[in-house]
Structures are given as structure tokens and as C-alpha cells.
């Protein structure tokens, strides 16, 4: 049993063609005796063999930093689209004040042109309802009028 755990640890040096003279002699001298230590080796060799035979792709030489360089290139344009929106919205928020600007003007011309509208009519008004019209009365509207 304690040869076979040496055994065991040695295998993956002796498939590598790593292990020393006298390692490899212990492991070819078990191996030949041992059936469980034996069928161990012939699994790991089989794998070996299995990925030995497998096409290694080649990648070019600049490979890592051009597959580097389109993932910064895309996140930037993320980042781009990101704030081209952000952008936008801050972009309306300021414009927002310059149409309720415009909006308060117009109610405020509309305002003043409806009041004196009404002083013109006033004086005809006081005396169509019938209450006495008073020099004052009069004087006033008219004031209101020349301004």
C-alpha cells in the first residue's frame, strides 16, 4: 500500500517524462506488478493521449490586446450612448424654464390688455347700470385711458 501511494504521487511526473532514472524504474517495476496502480496509469494516459490529440488553436500574438481594445471600445460607446441620453434630458431641464417663461408673459399681456379693455367700458357701464356717475368716476377712467 505505501508503494502505491508513491506510486500514485510519481504518476503525473513519470507520464511528463519527468521523473529521474531511479523514479522511473520504482514506477515501471510497481506498475508491472500492481493491476490497481496499472489501470490508474492507463486512465491518465488515455486523457493525456485525448488531449495530446485535440488541434490547439493558435491565437494570433496581439490577440489578448485586441479583444482588450474592442471591449474598452464598446463600453465606451455604452458610456457615449449613456450620456448622449443624460445629455439630453439635462439639456431639456434647462430649456424647461424658457417656455414657462414665455407662458407667464403672455398671460400677464393678456391680463393687462383684458383690464383696460374694461376701462374702457367702465364709464358706459357705470351709466347703463344706473348708478350715479361722479365726476371723479369719470376723471378716473379717463386717467386710466391717457396712461
Do not use: W
Request: glycine share 4%; proline share 3%; aromatic share 6%.
Amino acid at each position: 500500500m505505501n508503494q502505491c501511494k508513491r506510486v500514485k504521487r510519481l504518476l503525473s511526473r513519470y507520464l511528463d517524462q519527468e521523473a529521474d532514472d531511479k523514479e522511473v524504474i520504482f514506477v515501471k517495476g510497481h506498475l508491472a506488478g500492481c493491476p490497481f496502480c496499472s489501470e490508474e496509469y492507463s486512465g491518465l494516459l488515455r486523457i493525456k493521449r485525448l488531449f495530446a490529440a485535440k488541434e490547439r488553436k493558435v491565437l494570433p500574438a496581439d490577440y489578448l490586446v485586441s479583444r482588450l481594445r474592442e471591449r474598452i471600445a464598446a463600453s465606451r460607446q455604452e458610456e457615449e450612448r449613456f450620456s448622449l441620453v443624460s445629455g439630453m434630458a439635462r439639456l431639456s431641464l434647462r430649456l424647461i424654464p424658457v417656455p414657462v417663461t414665455v407662458i407667464a408673459i403672455s398671460l400677464l399681456f393678456m391680463a393687462l390688455t383684458l383690464q383696460q379693455r374694461a376701462s374702457e367700458f367702465s364709464i358706459e357701464e357705470h351709466i347703463l347700470s344706473g348708478d350715479p356717475t361722479t365726476i371723479e368716476t369719470a376723471a378716473r377712467v379717463i386717467l386710466q385711458r391717457t396712461n
